[in-house]
């Protein structure tokens, strides 16, 4: 299904993409959408997660990405 999205998804997997992004890039695309960052501004923001949620969520984010 995400082949047929446009722009497409990124890949979670790929580690040496999410390997190369800071925890910092990674939290301002989640609370600030991806129009913050010049990517997707179909990604939208999460601003209202609790500073513990959204460390969560990147760390669980960096758990997805195979070992490159």
Request: glycine share 8%; charged share 15%.
């Amino acid at each position: 299904m995400a082949q047929g999205m446009r722009p497409t998804p990124r890949n979670h997997t790929d580690g040496a993409s999410r390997h190369r992004l800071s925890d910092a890039h990674m939290a301002t695309v989640i609370t600030q959408g991806g129009a913050a960052v010049g990517t997707s501004p179909l990604m939208p923001p999460q601003p209202d997660l609790s500073p513990q949620q959204l460390a969560d969520l990147v760390a669980f984010v960096r758990t997805l990405a195979v070992p490159s």
